[in-house]
């Protein structure tokens, strides 16, 4: 089967849709700060949440950042 397929580079390939991911990536914050209200006791779980999220706004913003000084394509 692998035969009777093309053989393409990786710039044919059809491009990430970047609009997306952002918006997906900005819905996945808000997400994961509005688990953080709920009748739970501990807060570690609160901890956790707010962690993951920051750590996705700051792939998000860095991802700006970069794109807008041109230091990364697409």
């Known amino acids: 089967?692998?035969?009777?397929?093309?053989?393409?580079?990786?710039?044919?390939?059809?491009?990430?849709?970047?609009?997306?991911?952002?918006?997906?990536?900005?819905?996945?914050?808000?997400?994961?700060?509005l688990m953080t209200i709920g009748n739970h006791e501990g807060h570690v779980e609160d901890l956790w949440l707010i962690g993951i999220a920051a750590t996705i706004a700051i792939i998000l913003i860095s991802d700006a950042v970069l794109r807008r000084n041109g230091l990364r394509s697409t």
């Open 1 to 33: 089967m692998a035969g009777n397929e093309p053989v393409t580079s990786p710039d044919q390939h059809k491009p990430t849709p970047i609009k997306a991911a952002r918006i997906a990536g900005t819905l996945t914050i808000f997400a994961l700060l």
